[in-house]
């Protein structure tokens, strides 16, 4: 099958499993899509698709790190930072060394060097497998910050370790000194290089919108889709971390994303590309390890010279030795900074035993794991076959499943039994934004002695009405604490004197303008509060959302008002209407 014709079928597959998935909320989509990948590669006559990792990692990686980073609340990334580097660089190593040697005794021929790049290979977790199954049961929002933080850092961490293992295994050399000197060589450089970029383009973006606005959205857009690409492959260029590279510039571009409150054509436009974006690589992912799964299993079973069963008790021991070496690592090393960020405020919910179990059992891998085995290279420096390559990559895909079944398991088990709190943080906070972004709005309504000259007494008596309407209505959300859509109700013109029509028109025409004024004083109110810390991005994004899709449909009726209040202005008297 042509490599374009495959790309749409993944594509078509991955859309109707995301469909599929709503009408079986028991199965997490992940393992609906690994199932029908396999599915649909197991007959002899299947489709088989000769699998590229680099094309694999430089395709699908970048953009979603990238997404990541730009979505995950910058405030809780940073007040949460201890927790979230233990676990991205701290487990990994003791993750690679404890699970190296565990390797190397259990799996007899496999040398130790193939061994640590096992473990290294493992170690990265899947942050969207974690939300895809843990999705409305309740996972606490701070965990899950924390899950997605270790998510977007550990890839990096345990590429690099693999990159050494590797290194290792071809030349026989290891100096732990030229190690902590290129890891630190390639995370600072590649959280530099996505740094550089990322604020590279936002000024370039800036200064171009500036004296466009949003005429060139669409091709923003495309350049900001474009961009975690970019990032990627000049940071492997230059010899740094891809990766962090791509997360670094999702980072970069959300923060100078809170300068641009104003361009809501874009921010539409981005929101619902990057939602695509997102829901079709993930599909593929998922898809694109079923499809590999048969072959893996057939060239293990070949060429392991071991019963099935053997390697099946091989991935179990693995898997679970991984996950209570995740369960060790956040009882001794991390508790400690979980609760020191519940007491600082930084986490409503305190670490129990419950919590460390649900942070274990989050411990999925997924994409990077799949893609990071099967880039092991074929053959030695020597031309002789890499060593435990087929046994590293089977054990390797077979701990995806292992861990993913059992999260899909169990996390829905423990997250019930977690008693859940009442109203969390993030709530409070964007209630108590919308009533800061309401009492904004009512005092913009407020007309200055400048913009009350030049208009005849008639209008201001009409704006003085339209005004204490709107004061009223949000006083009124203020008090109730009622979101509601706030847009104006149409006005039914029936057959009346010239006159009451006119007046009628004018003054849905101005009541139209007030609520456009006053949607910008919320949605400046709200990114206040951003910039304040008081809500975080997520809450911004949704608020600002809903703020935008009001003025979209009023911008609407201020077309056709302004055009009814024109001819009822320019109407000969006495006319009819």
């Not at 109730?480 to 029509?501: C, F, H, N, Y």
Request: with cysteine; net charge neutral.
């Amino acid at each position: 099958m042509h490599t374009v014709e495959i790309v749409l079928l993944v594509l078509l597959l991955g859309a109707l499993t995301g469909i599929a998935a709503r009408y079986v909320r028991a199965i997490p989509l992940p393992l609906i899509q690994i199932a029908l990948g396999a599915l649909i590669a197991w007959p002899q006559k299947g489709l088989h698709i000769a699998f590229d990792p680099e094309l694999f990692l430089l395709l699908f990686i970048p953009p979603l790190l990238f997404a990541d980073g730009w979505r995950i609340p910058k405030r809780e990334f940073f007040s949460l930072y201890r927790p979230i580097l233990r676990l991205a660089l701290g487990l990994v190593l003791f993750t690679v060394v404890g699970l190296g040697w565990l390797i190397h005794w259990l799996v007899p021929g496999m040398p130790l060097t193939v061994a640590f790049a096992l473990a290294a290979v493992v170690s990265p977790t899947d942050a969207v497998a974690v939300s895809a199954i843990t999705r409305n049961l309740g996972m606490p929002e701070k965990t899950m910050h924390i899950l997605e933080g270790e998510s977007l850092l550990n890839d990096a961490s345990g590429l690099v370790a693999l990159k050494f293992a590797i290194a290792a295994t071809l030349t026989g050399l290891f100096s732990w000194t030229e190690v902590a000197k290129e890891f630190m060589w390639m995370a600072l450089g590649g959280l530099g290089v996505g740094t550089l970029i990322g604020w590279g383009f936002s000024y370039a973006r800036s200064t171009i919108t500036r004296r466009l606005g949003d005429v060139a959205a669409t091709q923003m857009v495309l350049l900001l889709i474009l961009l975690p690409f970019a990032a990627y492959i000049v940071g492997e260029k230059i010899g740094v971390s891809g990766i962090l590279s791509a997360v670094a510039a999702g980072i970069a571009t959300n923060f100078a994303d809170l300068e641009r409150s104003s361009y809501i054509s874009e921010r539409l436009q981005t929101e619902g590309t990057w939602s695509m974006v997102e829901a079709s690589f993930n599909g593929a992912i998922f898809l694109l390890l079923g499809l590999q799964l048969p072959s893996i299993i057939g060239v293990t079973l070949h060429d392991a010279g071991s019963e099935w069963w053997v390697l099946v008790g091989y991935v179990v021991i693995i898997s679970s030795a991984l996950l209570l070496m995740r369960w060790i690592w956040l009882t001794l090393g991390v508790q400690r900074s979980l609760a020191r960020a519940h007491f600082q405020g930084k986490m409503a919910e305190r670490p129990s035993h419950l919590l460390n179990l649900a942070t274990t059992m989050a411990g999925i891998r997924g994409a990077v794991t799949l893609a990071g085995a099967l880039s092991v290279p074929m053959l030695l420096n020597n031309g002789q076959p890499f060593p435990g390559r087929e046994m590293l990559v089977f054990l390797a895909t077979g701990t995806i499943l292992f861990t993913l079944v059992l999260g899909s398991i169990a996390l829905p088990l423990i997250l019930r039994r977690m008693p859940q709190p009442g109203e969390s943080p993030t709530v409070r906070e964007e209630r108590l934004a919308r009533v800061a972004a309401c009492q904004s709005a009512i005092g913009g309504l407020t007309l200055s002695e400048q913009e009350i000259q030049g208009h005849t007494p008639e209008w201001v008596a009409m704006h003085q009405e339209v005004m204490g309407h709107l004061t009223q209505e949000y006083r009124n959300r203020v008090q109730l604490l009622d979101d509601g859509s706030g847009t104006a109700s149409s006005i039914e013109i029936q057959r009346e004197a010239p006159e009451v029509v006119r007046q009628r028109k004018l003054r849905y025409l101005l009541e139209i303008e007030l609520r456009l004024r006053c949607i910008h004083q919320e949605r400046d109110a709200l990114y206040a509060e951003r910039q304040a810390h008081r809500i975080n991005d997520e809450s911004l994004r949704r608020l600002v959302s809903e703020l935008d899709m009001q003025e979209v449909s009023l911008r609407k009726r201020l077309v056709v008002a302004r055009r009814a209040a024109a001819s009822a202005v320019a109407a000969p008297e006495g006319g009819t209407h």
